[in-house]
């Protein structure tokens, strides 16, 4: 993690809009695979993609930390590209991962780690 920042992670907010402000899409060749190899029928992948929402405080205990998993990136359109940071798609609005709040950041660092096992 160049200057302790995830490389491979896109960030999001929704403003506000829901409780899980947040979510985080995990990108890299981190991937585990599919049980039983199992492919995916439209892009005939064998792994998982993985990503996390949650709210301002996901460590509280009424706040909001919820893991996820998809055959497809879910931040793609149907070409396979992100949105810049700036611009929005169904997620919110994609913004840095220095801009995530701290107990956010903390999560996803966390994740990450155990991903990439560093």
């Known amino acids: 993690m160049p200057n ?4 491979y992670v896109r960030c999001y907010t929704n403003n506000g809009e829901t409780f899980d ?3 985080v899409c995990y990108t890299g060749k981190y991937r585990k695979p599919l049980p039983d ?3 995916d029928s439209y892009t005939g992948r064998m792994e998982w993609f993985q990503y996390v929402g949650m709210s301002t405080h996901p460590f509280h205990p009424q706040g909001f930390g ?5 055959i497809s ?3 793609v359109n149907k070409w396979g590209f992100a949105p810049a940071v700036g611009r929005k798609n169904h997620l919110g609005v994609r913004i840095p991962f220095e801009t995530l709040p ?7 660092i ?3 780690r155990a991903l ?3």
Request: hydrophobic residues 25%; negative net charge; contains cysteine.
């Open 116 to 118: 990439w096992n560093i």
């Open 110 to 112: 966390s994740d990450y």
């Open 21 to 23: 402000e947040y979510t």
């Open 4 to 7: 302790g920042v995830p490389k």
């Open 37 to 39: 190899g199992l492919r």
């Open 73 to 75: 990136q879910i931040d």
């Open 102 to 108: 701290s107990d956010c950041k903390r999560l996803v």
């Open 66 to 70: 919820q893991h996820g998993e998809s």
